[in-house]
């Protein structure tokens, strides 16, 4: 048996201790009743050679109808008994999914599989807190980040080994994995330290040794994916190595930067790294790539033209969603796409770039880098508290005056109960379907 096993994989099945063999038999027990009971039909007319070697079971006083019945009774009842047994032995090694019944997994998984074509742009925590609410309503998920990530953990591998920043990436593959809360944890946990890995999370490492071992950055991006059950994919806006520099107006009479170029109102510092940018002081006026224009992943732009549903944030306005458009392939691709766009605006500013900006301010930042047809629809939290978040610099974004726009705003209340300042995955992703019709 064990090696027409190894010659017939479906012969597995027959092996001793899998339960199914029992199951097995009694099906086509209920099955060989079933097909004596439809050859039974007949007898009414003329008894058929089956039904003859039936009567010699001394059926004989039982009428033609009855006899039908009970044959089809009986059938049903075994058959009925071996296919719930059969389920059971079958599936009895997937309990582990917690209290739900198998069957409501197996259906959310085919409602998923059949969800909208979903592609999210940005970076950072607000790209993980939309990536999990997603998740539960569709599979077809795309995440693309920004690779112009070059602080901590992640700027040290891409110095170190020429690598794309991976800090990102895993978070997202966290956010979309099936058992992310202790994918969480193992991705997030930092080596102390005690050793050279001090500051390095073991999520980052362990893209980098993928990457190692696959070849490249996509490739290690896709086989960690199927790895660690995602749903959906994670990949990046460019392969190309940039850096994201910054236009930031110091307002007279602070001069503490050097390289700066006078303007209007003041001087204007350029500044380079991801990293550094939200630390300068000033006023941030235009960000962009260099080198400029880096050629957009392939597979984004498939995606991209693919989707029923484009989401653009939330996330750090000038660091982590503008970077993705900022690669010109991918911004046509946008505003060609026939799905539709919606920005997704944040619940609270952030000091180093959007300090008193509200939802127009936000929008128009969008629109001087990357055009007005980029944002045809704008989500934005309606729901503010009586304090202002936590953090110097830091208040709600509020909603825009009553004036005309080009876009059409629409309001929800969007904050996570115990981080007001934080959007709320459930509330996001619902009202987003809800703006789909879905």
Same mark, same amino acid.
């Given at each position: 048996?064990?090696?027409?096993?190894?010659?017939?994989?479906?012969?597995?099945? #027959?092996?001793?201790?899998?339960?199914?063999?029992?199951?097995?038999?009694?099906?086509?027990?209920?099955?060989?009743?079933?097909?004596?009971?439809? *050859?039974?039909?007949?007898?009414?007319?003329?008894?058929?050679?089956?039904?003859?070697?039936?009567?010699?079971?001394?059926?004989?006083?039982?009428?033609?109808?009855?006899?039908?019945?009970?044959? @089809?009774?009986?059938?049903?009842?075994?058959?009925?008994?071996?296919?719930?047994?059969?389920?059971?032995?079958? #599936?009895?090694?997937?309990?582990?999914?917690?209290?739900?019944?198998?069957?409501?997994?197996?259906?959310?998984?085919?409602?998923?599989?059949?969800?909208?074509?979903?592609?999210?742009?940005?970076?950072?925590?607000?790209?993980?807190?939309?990536?999990?609410?997603?998740?539960?309503?569709?599979?077809?998920?795309?995440?693309?980040?920004?690779?112009?990530?070059?602080?901590?953990?992640?700027?040290?591998?891409?110095?170190?080994?020429?690598?794309?920043?991976?800090? *990102?990436?895993?978070?997202?593959?966290?956010?979309?994995?099936?058992?992310?809360?202790?994918?969480?944890?193992?991705?997030?946990?930092?080596?102390?330290?005690?050793?050279?890995?001090?500051?390095?999370?073991?999520?980052?490492?362990?893209?980098?040794?993928?990457?190692?071992?696959?070849?490249?950055?996509?490739?290690?991006?896709?086989?960690?994916?199927?790895?660690?059950?995602?749903?959906?994919?994670?990949?990046?806006?460019?392969?190309?190595?940039?850096?994201? @520099?910054?236009?930031?107006?110091?307002?007279?009479?602070?001069?503490?930067?050097?390289?700066?170029?006078?303007?209007?109102?003041?001087?204007?510092?350029?500044?380079?790294?991801?990293?550094?940018?939200?630390?300068?002081?000033?006023?941030?006026?235009?960000?962009?790539?260099?080198?400029?224009?880096?050629?957009?992943?392939?597979?984004?732009?498939?995606?991209?033209?693919?989707?029923?549903?484009?989401?653009?944030?939330?996330?750090?306005?000038?660091?982590?969603?503008?970077?993705?458009?900022?690669?010109?392939? #991918?911004?046509?691709?946008?505003?060609?796409?026939?799905?539709?766009?919606?920005?997704?605006?944040?619940?609270?500013?952030?000091?180093?770039?959007?300090?008193?900006?509200?939802?127009?301010?936000?929008?128009?930042?969008?629109?001087?880098?990357?055009?007005?047809?980029?944002?045809?629809?704008?989500?934005?939290?309606?729901?503010?508290?009586?304090?202002?978040?936590?953090?110097?610099?830091?208040?709600?974004?509020?909603?825009?005056?009553?004036?005309?726009?080009?876009?059409?705003?629409?309001?929800?209340?969007?904050?996570?109960?115990?981080?007001?300042?934080?959007?709320?995955?459930?509330?996001?992703?619902?009202?987003?379907?809800?703006?789909?019709?879905?």
């Amino acid at each position: 048996m064990k090696r027409w096993a190894a010659q017939l994989p479906h012969l597995k099945w #027959l092996r001793p201790g899998m339960g199914v063999k029992r199951w097995v038999l009694l099906l086509l027990i209920g099955l060989t009743l079933l097909v004596l009971a439809v *050859d039974a039909v007949p007898r009414a007319v003329e008894l058929s050679s089956l039904w003859r070697f039936v009567q010699k079971l001394h059926w004989q006083r039982v009428s033609p109808v009855l006899e039908v019945l009970l044959l @089809c009774a009986a059938s049903g009842g075994l058959m009925v008994w071996a296919v719930v047994g059969l389920n059971r032995s079958m #599936l009895s090694a997937f309990r582990h999914v917690g209290q739900a019944e198998v069957a409501d997994v197996v259906y959310r998984h085919r409602q998923r599989q059949r969800g909208p074509k979903i592609v999210a742009i940005g970076g950072g925590h607000g790209l993980n807190t939309l990536l999990r609410g997603l998740k539960e309503y569709t599979d077809n998920l795309t995440a693309v980040v920004t690779v112009a990530d070059d602080g901590g953990s992640s700027g040290r591998l891409r110095r170190d080994m020429g690598m794309l920043p991976p800090g *990102d990436f895993r978070n997202c593959i966290a956010a979309l994995s099936d058992a992310e809360g202790l994918v969480t944890q193992l991705f997030q946990y930092r080596f102390g330290d005690e050793s050279d890995l001090d500051g390095h999370s073991f999520g980052n490492l362990y893209l980098t040794a993928m990457t190692a071992i696959t070849g490249s950055f996509e490739g290690a991006l896709e086989e960690s994916s199927r790895v660690l059950a995602v749903r959906g994919r994670v990949i990046p806006s460019t392969l190309a190595q940039v850096t994201l @520099c910054a236009e930031v107006l110091v307002p007279e009479p602070e001069h503490e930067a050097t390289g700066g170029v006078q303007g209007t109102r003041g001087q204007i510092n350029l500044v380079r790294g991801e990293s550094s940018i939200g630390k300068a002081s000033g006023k941030i006026q235009r960000v962009y790539l260099d080198p400029e224009g880096p050629p957009a992943y392939p597979e984004v732009i498939r995606a991209i033209l693919d989707a029923d549903l484009i989401v653009i944030g939330p996330g750090s306005l000038y660091t982590s969603v503008l970077p993705n458009l900022l690669v010109p392939d #991918l911004a046509r691709a946008i505003i060609s796409a026939r799905a539709i766009k919606i920005y997704v605006c944040n619940v609270a500013t952030q000091a180093g770039e959007t300090q008193e900006y509200d939802v127009a301010d936000h929008v128009k930042a969008l629109c001087e880098h990357v055009g007005d047809q980029m944002v045809t629809t704008v989500l934005a939290n309606d729901t503010f508290g009586a304090h202002p978040p936590p953090g110097a610099n830091v208040d709600w974004v509020r909603l825009p005056k009553a004036e005309a726009t080009d876009y059409q705003l629409i309001t929800r209340d969007l904050v996570d109960a115990r981080y007001p300042w934080r959007h709320d995955s459930h509330k996001l992703a619902q009202a987003l379907m809800e703006t789909i019709g879905v």
